[in-house]
T-cell receptor, first 118, second 112 residues
């Protein structure tokens, strides 16, 4: 079974600084996707960034980037130039690729609460 | 453009009461899911459906039932609510296996 682990229950960062959230996962699949979701106080689940396992290049979305270490099964999220609006719960998640039989089911980590100080 | 809509958004139940949570999507998605979110445990899959008339168990199905009579709706039922079912419930949907999921806004359920 696949597992996703976020070992940082809480993190904090100063506005305009950079913060990195950690995530490790375990899988025997070769085709899979990794995600970071943001959950602000509104509870809405917002997809921040996606990484396909077959791609060696790390995904980037504006101020958000990932460090994908496939051999180490590590998938960290870096937030640059942090803003007050980045304060939220962040979840790391895993999904088997389209060729698998998991039917798109997501496996989530425990979550990391990010606080941004002005 | 509604996306995925959950009804209700908040609910308080007494132990032993029953209720149904409704999830409706207007994107013609084939797959639908119910997750629960608990502190320190992330989101865990309760049940899912890969098409109209189909349902399957997820990681934590005990105490819940589901139905998918219409493609656009996925219902989650609690027959006899227990305090352990106090949680935030999320519905999600997707076109299929290789597609990203869209989430509803969540339902906060408290069982007293």
């Amino acid at each position: 079974a696949q597992t996703v682990t976020q070992s940082q229950p809480e993190m904090s960062v100063q506005e305009a600084e950079t913060v990195t959230l950690s995530c490790t996962y375990d899988t025997s699949e070769s085709d899979y996707y990794l995600f970071w979701y943001k959950q602000p106080p509104s509870r809405q689940m917002i997809l921040v960034i996606r990484q396909e396992a077959y791609k060696q290049q790390n995904a980037t979305e504006n101020r958000f980037s990932v460090n994908f270490q496939k051999a180490a099964k590590s998938f960290s999220l870096k937030i640059s130039d942090s803003q007050l609006g980045d304060a939220a719960m962040y979840f790391c998640a895993y999904r088997v690729g389209a060729g698998g039989t998991s039917y798109g089911k997501l496996t989530f980590g425990q979550g990391t609460i990010l606080t941004v100080h002005p | 453009n509604a996306g995925v809509t959950q009804t209700p958004k908040f609910r308080v139940l007494k132990t032993g009461q029953s209720m149904t949570l409704l999830c409706a999507q207007d994107m013609n998605h084939e797959y639908m899911y119910w997750y629960r979110q608990d502190p320190g445990m992330g989101l865990r899959l309760i049940h899912y459906s890969v098409g109209e008339g189909t349902t399957a168990k997820g990681e934590v199905p005990d105490g819940y039932n589901v139905s998918r009579l219409k493609k656009q709706n996925f219902l989650l039922g609690l027959e006899s609510a227990a305090p352990s079912q106090t949680s935030v419930y999320f519905c999600a949907s997707s076109y299929g296996r290789g597609w990203d999921a869209f989430f509803g806004q969540g339902t906060r359920l408290t069982v007293v």
